[in-house]
């Protein structure tokens, strides 16, 4: 592609040297540049890309973005764009590398805290059982149609991104759905894609090690909103306090989902078992494999935006009542003992409240209610003992174990979690460091009725432990020791 058309979707402060120049290849990691490639010098949180402008030019690069002008000097045969922001401006030139193909795919984007996941993966069986070529961007898994794309983020960066949707279109997707997480949003990986609709979920705390408060992690959700066309549309959660605020400088139509209010999209539950809930939906009986309040809401969420992507009220519903539980999204095993094994990602403490509120709801009277839970390395400290907490409250045991320590000491993790407990509660609560271990001792307590909570890795088939990523899988485990 000619640099001067590819500069056409950005506004660069100044240039120097040729634009009508061939440009082979488009990146940001410096390690892959080549002769004719374009190099994007983005600031990171531990790596200034300005830095290794020297050495892309010494390995053939035609030009450079750049936003700091004191890297920006005469080479033969560099042009250098000078711009206000280099993580927007890859956003948008990975856009225009592929071809813009967000623009020819319906794009729904689903931000929130909790379930995002969930409800991006269905919606995606959802449009698929209904005869339609879909894509999926997740957490877990990327998929262009049938072929499956190994993910490494929530939302992946922008070129791979681009790729990812130009992959889509080559292979006659018309609908694309992706998770958006506040990273993606803040750091413009997002810059340049045309959503055509945006799903809000919930809001409670979780990234605040990145974002520092609460405030800039709605504020960075809300850009989403706020970036819609006229044309598209927003589905929130109106049980959410921040949902309506999601809203607020919407251009596009909006609609609502309550389980408690007056909305657009209503639903109670009728009846619950670990099997599934028979719900009324906008007045409409459906029985649907999937579990817990929670997950009502998921499902309010799914079924308006397939009643705003223009499908058949009754075929949505018939489809609802075929999908089946995302992978660790609560995952139900059945040990021939008699116990139940819940196998759950929850990892924040509104998540953990409630998978648990669910379970104590469905359980039977009298069973027990056994959580193995822990708390990833490198992350949000602050919520470490609010997890406990909400574990410790909400178990009739609670056992404390490693999640993902990354980094970080597990012996620390856990020491932060125990500070939110009493003496009292400590007395009561196991602490052991090796997860298998920890799953294993709640196995052998467990008797017939009773439910193991396994939270935290649901999908996740690793740990990292002092940078090494070692295989494991908690669903391996219960299933060994279920037996």
Same mark, same amino acid.
């Not at 589905?235 to 251009?251: A, F, H, S």
């Given at each position: 592609?000619?640099?001067?058309?590819?500069l056409?979707?950005?506004?660069?402060?100044?240039?120097l040297?040729?634009?009508?120049?061939?440009?082979?290849?488009?990146h940001f990691?410096?390690?892959?540049?080549?002769?004719?490639?374009?190099?994007v010098?983005?600031?990171?949180t531990?790596?200034?890309?300005?830095?290794?402008i020297?050495?892309? /030019?010494? =390995?053939?690069?035609? *030009?450079?973005? !750049?936003?700091?002008k $004191?890297?920006m000097? &005469?080479?033969k045969?560099?042009?250098?764009?000078? /711009?206000? =922001?280099?993580?927007? *401006?890859l956003? !948008?030139?990975?856009? $225009?590398w592929?071809? &813009?193909?967000?623009?020819?795919?319906?794009?729904?984007?689903?931000?929130?805290?909790?379930?995002?996941?969930?409800?991006?993966?269905?919606?995606?069986?959802?449009?698929?059982?209904?005869?339609?070529?879909?894509?999926?961007?997740s957490?877990?898994?990327?998929y262009?149609?049938e072929?499956?794309?190994?993910?490494?983020h929530?939302?992946?960066?922008?070129i791979?991104?681009n790729?990812?949707?130009?992959?889509?279109v080559?292979?006659?997707?018309?609908?694309?759905?992706?998770?958006?997480?506040?990273?993606?949003?803040?750091?413009?990986?997002?810059?340049?894609l045309?959503?055509?609709?945006?799903?809000?979920?919930?809001?409670?705390?979780?990234?605040?090690d990145?974002?520092?408060?609460?405030?800039n992690?709605?504020d960075?959700?809300?850009?989403?909103?706020?970036?819609?066309?006229?044309?598209?549309?927003?589905?929130?959660?109106?049980?959410?306090k921040?949902?309506?605020?999601?809203?607020?400088?919407?251009?596009a139509?909006?609609?609502?989902?309550?389980?408690?209010a007056?909305?657009?999209?209503?639903?109670?539950?009728?009846?619950?078992?670990?099997?599934?809930?028979?719900l009324?939906i906008?007045?409409?009986?459906?029985?649907?494999?999937?579990?817990?309040?929670?997950?009502?809401s998921?499902?309010?969420?799914i079924y308006?935006?397939?009643?705003?992507?223009g499908?058949?009220?009754l075929?949505?519903?018939?489809?609802?009542?075929?999908l089946?539980?995302?992978?660790g999204?609560?995952?139900?095993i059945?040990?021939?003992?008699g116990?139940?094994?819940?196998v759950?990602?929850?990892?924040?403490?509104?998540a953990v409240?409630?998978?648990?509120?669910?379970?104590?709801?469905?359980?039977?009277?009298?069973?027990?209610l056994?959580t193995v839970?822990g708390?990833?390395?490198?992350r949000?400290k602050?919520?470490?003992?609010?997890m406990?907490q909400?574990?410790?409250?909400?178990?009739?045991?609670?056992?404390?174990?490693s999640?993902?320590p990354?980094?970080?000491?597990?012996?620390?993790?856990?020491?932060?979690?125990?500070d939110?407990l009493t003496?009292?509660?400590l007395?009561?609560?196991?602490?052991?460091?090796?997860?298998?271990?920890?799953?294993?001792t709640a196995?052998?307590?467990?008797?017939?009725g009773d439910?193991?909570?396994v939270?935290?890795?649901?999908?996740?088939?690793?740990?990292?432990?002092?940078?090494?990523?070692h295989?494991f899988?908690?669903?391996?485990?219960v299933?060994?020791?279920?037996?």
């Amino acid at each position: 592609m000619i640099l001067s058309e590819l500069l056409s979707v950005i506004e660069p402060i100044e240039v120097l040297g040729d634009v009508n120049k061939e440009i082979k290849g488009l990146h940001f990691d410096s390690r892959k540049i080549g002769e004719g490639d374009l190099f994007v010098a983005q600031v990171g949180t531990a790596v200034d890309g300005h830095t290794f402008i020297d050495g892309c /030019v010494a =390995n053939g690069a035609a *030009a450079i973005v !750049l936003s700091d002008k $004191k890297y920006m000097k &005469e080479r033969k045969g560099v042009t250098f764009i000078l /711009v206000e =922001n280099t993580d927007k *401006a890859l956003g !948008l030139l990975a856009s $225009k590398w592929f071809g &813009e193909p967000s623009k020819q795919l319906t794009l729904v984007g689903v931000t929130g805290t909790n379930g995002k996941t969930t409800i991006a993966t269905l919606l995606y069986k959802l449009v698929r059982a209904l005869g339609h070529k879909a894509g999926l961007l997740s957490t877990v898994v990327n998929y262009i149609e049938e072929e499956a794309v190994p993910a490494t983020h929530t939302t992946p960066d922008a070129i791979e991104l681009n790729g990812l949707l130009r992959r889509m279109v080559d292979a006659g997707c018309k609908y694309a759905f992706m998770e958006v997480s506040s990273h993606a949003i803040a750091q413009e990986r997002i810059a340049g894609l045309d959503f055509d609709g945006a799903l809000f979920t919930n809001l409670t705390r979780d990234h605040i090690d990145y974002h520092k408060t609460f405030d800039n992690y709605r504020d960075t959700k809300k850009r989403l909103f706020d970036g819609l066309k006229k044309s598209a549309f927003a589905v929130t959660n109106k049980d959410d306090k921040n949902g309506l605020v999601m809203t607020q400088n919407c251009k596009a139509e909006v609609k609502t989902y309550s389980t408690r209010a007056l909305a657009d999209y209503k639903a109670q539950i009728l009846e619950e078992g670990f099997e599934g809930m028979l719900l009324n939906i906008n007045g409409k009986e459906v029985f649907v494999p999937l579990v817990g309040r929670f997950n009502v809401s998921n499902l309010l969420c799914i079924y308006g935006a397939a009643l705003c992507l223009g499908f058949e009220e009754l075929d949505v519903l018939r489809v609802l009542s075929t999908l089946k539980p995302v992978n660790g999204r609560f995952e139900t095993i059945r040990s021939p003992k008699g116990w139940t094994a819940i196998v759950d990602y929850a990892h924040t403490p509104d998540a953990v409240d409630n998978v648990i509120q669910t379970i104590r709801e469905i359980k039977k009277e009298g069973a027990k209610l056994i959580t193995v839970v822990g708390c990833g390395g490198n992350r949000d400290k602050g919520k470490r003992p609010m997890m406990a907490q909400i574990a410790k409250r909400g178990s009739e045991q609670l056992i404390l174990t490693s999640d993902n320590p990354r980094d970080e000491e597990p012996a620390d993790i856990l020491k932060d979690m125990t500070d939110g407990l009493t003496e009292e509660e400590l007395r009561n609560t196991l602490v052991i460091e090796d997860r298998a271990t920890a799953i294993q001792t709640a196995c052998t307590l467990a008797q017939a009725g009773d439910v193991i909570l396994v939270a935290g890795k649901g999908h996740e088939d690793y740990q990292i432990i002092k940078g090494v990523k070692h295989h494991f899988d908690d669903h391996e485990v219960v299933r060994k020791f279920a037996d």
